[in-house]
């Protein structure tokens, strides 16, 4: 089957799946694609079992795209410039600190305490693997997608300040996230060095220099579009931004991540205040929600229809239903300790904690670090976790986000 065969297919299934959560289901829209996708990989696991021909190459198409690549090195770049392109900097910079404590000190403390109990919960079971693949299990579902997490952010109703917490802190802790996630595999395959100090320079150069690769690349771009007052020509140069830096923070070993996130927020203030007509802004703000919805689109159908090629054993279940309860309460602790800190010196609105905690959804990223994961004895287990995490995250946690909220606001009343 060549590229363009299974794109086209991805794209029908996305374009009915769309109609069909439009005009019967009316979910949110990440969520609505994720439940067709996985009712339709549940009936053909259960045709295959009843010797239903045909299954087996449904199974094989799945298996043929590469969900790590496509994620972790295409689809990311233009699916973060597009988060961030909408984010308003002077809300995100009033609530800086708690964004940079909970993407920071957030991620390193849930990627211990899941980490060590996945990994203590997985040999009470009989299954014995090494700590390192359980911090490596906690890195790489610590960090809150924001694929996920915005998309189901629209419509939830949270106050401004919290939205702004929520939003701020799932663009940037995935960057940390993924660079925690390299360090941890390095040392896990004897590739990185375990020493403290080095690793803290690794992360240090990873993080500010994706930020300044971003904040730069920004400006540059923003320099350009004050010179012009053609819209198709702007749009072009933002598709180029998004995957040029993305592509460059790769290749020069910074967080391509961040480093995208730091593009979109200059362009999306900066550019759009002083380098845009108001026809380019609509123009461009149309574009890149089609663009976000578009790629939204297929990246959760390909997250229902993985099911199909994901191997797993009753055990491995077992252990994937207690790593749902054991991420949920390291995200409760992981976001109320430094919450009940920074209550000292700064408000947080009521309910802070447990929304924060109901909102941190996982998503396509997690799945995709979890894939690119070389093989070993542990990796179905990683996998087969990942996925279950993911989709209670996404069909739970997103279905009952706006409840959770609301709940909390009718009691401010």
Known sequence: MTIFQAVAILLVLAGLASYLNYRYLGLPSTIGLMVIALVLSLTTVLLGKLGV?????????VA??????????????FLLFA???HVNFNDLRSQL????????????????????AFWATAGALGVEMPLIYGLLFGALISPTDPVAVLGVLKNAGAVKSLETKIAGESLFNDG??????????????????????????????????????????????????????????????????????????????????????????????????????????????AFWELTDEFMNAVLF???????????????????????????????????????SLMRYWRKFSHGAVPILTWAGLRGGISIGLALSLPLSPQRDLLIGATYMVVVFSVLVQGMTLSRVIGHYRRRDT
């Open 53 to 61: 021909p045909g299954v087996r190459l449904a199974a094989d198409l």
């Open 64 to 77: 043929s795209i590469d969900f790590s690549e496509t994620l972790l090195h295409g689809m990311l770049a």
């Open 83 to 85: 988060g961030a392109l």
């Open 97 to 116: 600190l708690p964004v940079a404590v909970l993407s920071t000190v957030g991620v390193a403390l849930a990627t211990a305490l899941i980490g060590v």
């Open 176 to 285: 940390i996230g993924v660079v925690v996630f390299l360090t941890l595999l390095g040392i896990a395959t004897g590739a990185g060095d375990p020493v403290p100090g080095s690793v803290a320079v690794f992360l240090l150069k990873e993080v500010l220099g994706g930020a300044v690769l971003g904040g730069i690349g920004g400006y540059a771009v923003y320099r350009m579009l004050r010179t012009v007052d053609n819209y198709p020509v702007e749009i072009l140069l933002t598709l180029a931004l998004a995957a040029g830096t993305y592509s460059l923070g790769e290749y020069l070993h910074v967080s391509a991540p961040i480093a995208v996130v730091a593009a979109g927020l200059v362009t999306g203030n900066h550019g759009r205040e002083f380098g845009m007509s108001e026809k380019t802004r609509n123009h461009l703000d």
């Open 301 to 339: 159908i390909l997250i229902g229809v993985e099911l199909l090629v994901i191997r797993t054993t009753p055990r491995n279940l077992l252990i994937g239903a207690a790593a749902v309860v054991i991420v949920l309460a390291a995200r409760f602790i992981s976001v109320a300790v430094p919450v």
